[in-house]
């Protein structure tokens, strides 16, 4: 694609934007650093912040070790500040999706399809010319307004990493979701996670992607923590609110229908407790209440989507060391030997557990060995193990690993 010109309303300023946002280049031997923004166009924020401080870097010309590559979403999109034209360019990235990517001339009919495989071209372009160890990061904002958060696929670089930012972590959102570009990026087995910068138009969210950019390039040690200005970007994002680094997990979602009518309950905040019961919106004139206890997360305010809202809980301390230590012995390898269990293939990635036999395992049990649930038929649960591909050996000597 050309370049298109973006709007930002907060900053009241145009730019012009190419699918390559900027790159900078530093020692080579430092890591690959691969930030996306605007996959949803009604997003602009992360991408005016990526713009911003790859103007910075050029004009101060830091000591930088390591590459920084910044890659636009969906331009088309962008340009006319819609999330998308035809389909959600974040639900497009499941293997058979990326396969049908090869002919020409489906893809021809579908604006997404065309930018979607620009954006597949560019990263393995990079991929095949820098070295690693390789870091992705997509950035994003929210109808609603909210308080900075990461989204993250539970692996443990992942959640290793992610501890760092003094923001909430929520833990195995893509289990709801079809086809996010992360998961298709962790599912190669790098460090990749999702920024969420605030609410879409907010003026403070472009400060909030600035201070996670700027943040991301001192952990990974690209720059040092005095010319990232560390300290002064971490307290910005502390002082958003109570939750610091606390992990949470999705225990809820309501689905909603493209045609359906639905409305929040106005002044519900993101990250509110409600008690089980609460009545959180309506939806073709019913009232929905929250099944369970919890926190309320990313509520619709407005526009396009097919989440409703989701239930989200703290993850105890306790769980996440006893599973990072089950995972570190490989655990999952004697659950093979139970009846209902058995590897889907070789590489020993998936499980598949049949319930008529193994009715005792839960979701949250596997949760537990690092597996996320893909899909499940009436008798059977497909579960995709993260760590069986996780490149954890890549980042063994980074800063932020020792
Ligand atoms: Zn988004």
Not at 15 to 20: G, Q, S
Not at 198 to 205: F, L, N
Not at 297 to 309: A, E, S
């Amino acid at each position: 694609m050309t370049a298109i010109r973006i709007h930002s309303k907060p900053l009241n300023k145009t730019i012009e934007v190419n699918r390559l946002i900027g790159s900078h280049k530093g020692n080579p031997n430092g890591p690959t650093l691969i930030f996306t923004g605007g996959i949803h166009g009604n997003e602009p924020a992360g991408v005016f912040a990526l713009k911003s401080v790859l103007e910075e870097l050029k004009q101060l010309n830091p000591e930088f070790n390591g590459n920084l590559y910044a890659i636009s979403g969906n331009l088309s999109a962008l340009e006319k500040g819609v999330r998308y034209n035809k389909a959600d360019l974040n639900r497009m990235w499941t293997k058979e999706k990326l396969a049908g990517l090869e002919d020409d001339k489906v893809i021809s009919f579908n604006d997404e399809l065309v930018q979607q495989k620009e954006i597949f071209d560019i990263m393995q372009d990079i991929l095949s010319k820098e070295k690693g160890p390789y870091y992705f990061f997509d950035l994003h904002t929210t109808s609603g307004e909210t308080a900075p958060f990461i989204t993250v696929n539970d692996s443990l670089i992942n959640r290793k990493f992610t501890s760092l930012y003094p923001v909430p972590l929520i833990l195995g959102i893509e289990e709801f979701l079809d086809g996010p570009l992360l998961s298709y990026i962790n599912e190669l087995g790098y460090v990749a996670f999702g920024f969420e910068g605030g609410q879409h138009d907010s003026p403070k969210s472009i400060e909030y992607c600035r201070s996670f950019i700027y943040l991301t390039l001192s952990f990974t040690g690209c720059l040092s923590p005095e010319d990232a200005n560390e300290a002064e970007h971490l307290i910005s994002l502390k002082k958003v609110m109570n939750f610091r680094n606390k992990f949470f997990e999705i225990i809820y979602r309501e689905e909603i229908e493209p045609d359906d009518k639905f409305i929040i309950c106005d002044g519900y905040l993101n990250f509110q407790k409600v008690p089980k019961g609460t009545i959180i919106a309506i939806n073709n004139g019913k009232q929905l209440e929250t099944p369970y206890r919890g926190y309320i997360f990313m509520p619709l305010y407005q526009g396009k989507g097919n989440d409703g809202f989701f239930i989200i809980r703290k993850t105890p301390v306790f769980f996440l060391k006893l599973s990072a230590f089950l995972r570190k012995i490989s655990f999952d390898r004697l659950l093979v030997a139970l009846p209902g269990v058995n590897w889907r293939s070789e590489t020993r990635e998936e499980l598949v557990v049949d319930l008529k036999i193994a009715r005792f395992f839960t979701r949250k049990f596997f949760h537990l060995m690092g597996y996320r649930s893909k899909q499940k038929d009436s008798t059977h649960l497909k579960l995709k193990n993260r760590e069986a591909v996780s490149k954890g050996e890549d980042y063994k000597n980074a800063p932020w690993n020792k």
